[in-house]
């Protein structure tokens, strides 16, 4: 076994995890046009080079424009789910998740809660 397949295979914990960091580049994209929101990328090639982040501004302009994508409890249902299934793939077997939902206003986001 090499060492990656060692690693993927090992138990995991994720301690703290923002769940809209888990936006992979295509589901932006997706829910950007699904949601009728502008992003300055034209193109899922636009926003993988847009992840390729270098300091923590770079990292938080991309993780902002990814929750400008996320509009409704859909979204997020459909969001905690890719990554519940990106945990069974990489074997984390506990996470504790966190939503800036609080900082968001309530009008910007249209939940049934
Ligand atoms: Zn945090």
């Not at 923002?18 to 589901?27: K, R, Y």
């Not at 990814?66 to 969001?79: C, H, P, R, S, W």
């Not at 789910?81 to 986001?109: D, G, M, P």
Request: one cysteine or more.
């Amino acid at each position: 076994m090499s060492l990656f397949e060692f690693i993927k295979k090992s138990p995991k914990a994720e301690l703290h995890l923002h769940i809209e960091g888990t936006l992979e580049p295509d589901q932006m994209f997706v829910l950007a046009k699904k949601n009728n929101i502008q992003i300055p990328f034209k193109s899922i090639d636009d926003v993988k080079r847009a992840y390729n982040f270098d300091n923590l501004d770079s990292f938080l302009k991309i993780y902002y424009e990814g929750t400008k994508v996320l509009v409704n409890e859909q979204d997020f249902f459909d969001l905690t789910w890719a990554y519940a299934l990106k945990c069974k793939e990489e074997n984390i077997v506990h996470t504790e998740i966190f939503s800036i939902l609080r900082l968001i206003q309530k009008e910007e986001l249209n939940l049934m809660l």
